[in-house]
């Protein structure tokens, strides 16, 4: 309705709602890389279980074909070398929250090392990492690495799901749960449309509460220099609980792209999940952080970058 001379009229537009639709598969030719002479293939699942046994630093391992995952996997810690799946696919990860891994996904941690070409297909059962230890600790949950610091990620894609993480200090991300590289380090191609949880078991003056869309967490380790991310995005909705209590800080964020973030260049990126965080209305100190891109970045450039979905905090928070 409008007035148009002092009249009021109404006129009716017909709107056609077409749901967006997306090809779930690399964003970059997924064999274009070339591989060195002495790479390693991988051609099961017990052989990409056995780089947890492995010196993986300076090596390049190759996947050969699709990887089905059976029975509760088994995190590989400690990662620091080349992984290329040629376009391969690893499906059917399943990490239980019963299983207490502190660090849950295919990978637990990777260092210094470059994943690319590679999809995870998470198990309906979803990864969970969870923390009861005494005190409390730190838990890291995703589909691809948990924990990663110097690592290159590119043309890599997680789908299925839910990941969640739960514990003092929780971390959850589609792809990474938590990620520090350096400058040289890059973030490209690469994307996650899991539906991602993390929930705080306990409130700290120290505490820390984080979940992303595609990265929980995402830094660099330099503090003069901003790293990389970009061509990437996250479809899958975004969900934080926190118990309140006398935490100041800024450490309980959570984004449809990354939960937090400092020191970033962001480029040609986008999220559409909704975005969700809440706590105990009991605490009145504690202060949490949503947004659809990002829940808290500092120090940090975006440049064409959107966001679409539905932004809500409880009790407290920053929106």
């Known amino acids: 309705t409008y007035t148009a001379g002092g009249v009021a ?3 009716e537009i017909p709107v056609t709602v077409k749901a967006p639709t997306y090809n779930l598969g690399f964003l970059a030719d ?3 890389d070339e591989l060195p002479a002495d790479a390693i293939p991988i051609s099961s699942q ?7 046994q492995s010196d993986t630093a300076g090596k390049t391992y190759y996947l050969t074909r699709d990887i089905q995952l059976t ?21 059917g990860l399943y990490i239980s929250s019963a ?6 996904a295919l990978f637990a941690s990777a260092y210094d090392a470059v994943i690319r070409n590679l999809a995870v297909e998470i198990a309906p059962g979803g990864v969970s990492a969870y923390d009861d230890t005494a005190g409390g600790d730190e838990a890291y949950a995703a589909g691809l690495v948990g924990h990663s610091n110097n690592t290159n990620y590119i043309n890599c894609y997680t789908t299925g799901g839910p990941v969640s993480a739960s514990g003092m200090a929780p971390y959850a991300g589609g792809l990474v749960g938590y ?7 890059q973030v490209t191609n690469c994307f996650s449309n899991c539906e991602v949880s993390s929930k705080s078991t306990q409130a700290t003056t120290s505490n820390t509460c984080m979940a992303g869309g595609l990265i929980g967490e995402l830094e660099s380790g330099d503090g003069y220099q901003a790293t990389a991310i970009s061509r990437c995005y996250a479809t899958g909705n975004i969900s934080l609980s926190y118990p309140g209590g006398s935490s100041g800080r800024a450490g309980t964020q959570a984004g449809g792209l990354l939960g937090g973030g400092s020191r970033l260049e962001v480029r040609d990126c986008f999220a559409l999940g909704d975005v969700t965080v809440r706590k105990s209305t009991a605490s009145k100190r504690s202060s949490l952080f949503a947004g659809g891109l990002g829940g808290w970045l500092s120090e940090s450039s975006l440049e064409r970058c959107y966001a679409t979905g539905f932004v809500s905090g409880g009790y407290g928070s920053h929106v």
Do not use: C
Request: charged share 20%; aromatic share 6%; net charge negative.
């Open 9 to 11: 009229k109404s006129v």
């Open 30 to 32: 997924p064999t274009a």
């Open 46 to 52: 017990g052989e990409l279980a056995a780089l947890d």
């Open 71 to 91: 029975g509760e996997w088994s995190p590989i810690y400690g990662f620091q070398g080349t992984l290329d799946g040629r376009g391969h696919k690893v499906s």
């Open 99 to 104: 299983s207490k891994e502190q660090l849950a």
């Open 179 to 185: 990620l520090m590289n350096q400058p040289e380090n």
